[in-house]
């Protein structure tokens, strides 16, 4: 709800910056074995990866193109990155973080500082309403395998600062259903 974010256009234009593939080939160590273009992982029950694919895919000038569509104008963006317990892993994610401000600076010319936050002082920003956490880097795993799991993270008033009522609508139908097939089919609409 707050700029340049509350800008699909913005949004849209972030999708486009990050190549995936590269990402995944040299920052990344195994096993990370795929690049995300959905927020339901390949081999996941109802992934959407292959259809969701062209909505993310690299493309810098296309995110140039919408990034000015938008109208916005960005002087600097801060992006906070949470701080885990396993250094190892913070190193990782510091290098993601580290492609991921030098892609926006090189093709949208808007600088962007890195900031580690401690894990605490991270979710509690998070989950403060309104948000504090603007734009931020925070990993996800799954509780258990189903789409409701990783789906519920953008339920409307949660803890991300996104709502949106046909997704919503969607996540309460599909929730409780039996009915596998219709169950996938809502989800994957949601998604």
């Given amino acids: 709800s707050k700029p340049p974010f509350d800008n699909i256009k913005v949004r849209q234009a972030f999708g486009h910056l990050f190549d995936r593939e590269t990402i995944m080939k040299t920052v990344l160590p195994p096993p990370a074995a795929q690049p995300a273009s959905s927020f339901l992982a390949p081999g996941f029950p109802g992934s959407n990866v292959e259809e969701l694919k062209p909505l993310q895919k690299y493309d810098p000038e296309l995110a140039k193109k919408l990034y000015a569509e938008s109208g916005e104008k960005v002087d600097k ?10 250094q190892s892993y913070n190193e990782v994610r510091k290098a993601v973080a580290q492609v991921y401000a030098d892609e926006i600076k090189k093709v949208l010319g808007i600088p962007v500082e890195i900031k580690i936050v401690e894990q605490k002082v991270f979710m509690d920003a998070l989950n403060a309403k309104p948000t504090q956490v603007d734009f931020g880097m925070i990993s996800y795993g799954m509780d258990y395998l189903d789409q409701s799991n990783m789906l519920s993270v953008f339920r409307s008033n949660g803890r991300h600062n996104w709502n949106n009522a046909n997704y919503q609508k969607l996540l309460d139908e599909a929730g409780p259903l039996t009915d596998t097939a219709k169950r996938n089919e809502m989800y994957r609409q949601a998604e």
């Avoid at 963006?77 to 396993?86: D, H, I, S, Y």
């Fill in 77 to 86: 963006l801060t992006l906070q990155v949470r701080n885990e317990a396993n």
